[in-house]
């Protein structure tokens, strides 16, 4: 089974934030994620969900400045007190939107502190934010980025994220396998996704090594859909990529009706 959500985060940039939603439902979507969109966004991106009909499949904690190349705060013990501030908001948010999980970034290296500090204090928040989703009934991911782009990021190959985890170890705590960055660091995808898919609590997609849509670089993405419909993952595939042209140009590997559920022959990959 393959389900595919859009990221209005990173793709549709061809119009404003706001107008994202009314256009991914034109394109035929049934579903998105996106970053965390800034707390004057938060009520209307709720008004847009209802209006379009569109499922969230996924949306980012605050993660700080991601412009300024934050990646999450939770290893920052002086930022202790405003990530705890911080969650319960995006908890009820996406409650509001009927989101299921969230994603949570963990945050890069500071230079005068331990990295196993570091470590225990991400151990403590995520089992906090764990708790409090729980509570919410709703679930928790974290991921692993590449280092090419990503300098300083304390969690860059699965092994490690998954020990984390497992350090943590709460039922409601998965990990956000995100194909694009696993390659660059490591490969192995299919192996991977056949190894550890009952820890993987959703999936994103794009290919290496220019971060562009299935089909333009390096990752026989026909190889890798196939492997996945034959394992048991029920969540959505999340789009998170840079498209080679426009966004729309990009979405033509897949069908026009991108709501329902699809096979590999739905979808037009070499």
């Known amino acids: 089974m393959l389900r595919f959500d859009l990221n209005i985060s990173i793709l549709l940039k061809e119009v404003e934030f706001l107008e994202r939603f009314e256009l991914a439902a034109r394109l035929g979507f049934g579903a998105v994620e996106f970053w965390w969109p800034g707390d004057e966004y938060l009520a209307i991106s709720a008004q847009k969900v ?3 009909g569109l499922r969230v499949a996924l949306i980012n904690f605050d993660a ?3 412009a300024a190349g934050e990646r999450g705060l939770l290893n920052d013990a002086s930022r202790r007190a405003w990530l705890r501030e911080r969650v319960p908001l995006a908890l009820e948010f996406a409650r509001q939107i009927g989101c299921p999980q969230l994603n949570a970034l963990v945050g890069k290296a500071l230079p005068d502190v331990s990295r196993e500090a570091q470590l225990d204090e991400i151990r403590a928040n995520l089992a906090w934010i764990a708790d409090a989703a729980a509570t919410a009934g709703l679930n ?3 991921e692993s980025l590449n280092s090419f782009e990503n300098t300083r990021y304390l ?3 699965t092994a490690e994220t998954l020990q984390l985890l497992a350090d943590v170890n709460r039922p409601n705590l998965k990990y956000q396998y995100d194909i694009y960055h696993m390659q660059r660091m490591e490969g192995n995808i299919i192996a991977t996704l ?3 898919i009952g820890q993987i609590g959703h999936i994103q997609v794009a290919d290496s090594p220019d ?4 089909g333009t670089g390096e990752l026989h993405y026909a190889h890798i859909f196939a492997a996945l419909e034959e394992l048991p993952y029920q969540g959505y595939i999340g ?3 840079n498209p080679s042209g426009t966004s729309e140009a990009s979405f033509s ?3 026009a009706d991108r709501t329902a559920t699809l096979t590999t022959r739905d979808l037009h990959l070499l």
């Open 155 to 157: 969690l860059t190959n």
């Open 194 to 196: 056949r190894q550890h």
């Open 239 to 241: 789009l998170e990529y």
């Open 50 to 52: 209802k209006q379009t």
């Open 140 to 142: 928790v991911v974290v």
């Open 64 to 66: 700080g400045n991601m």
């Open 211 to 214: 971060r562009h849509e299935p």
């Open 253 to 255: 590997w897949l069908p």
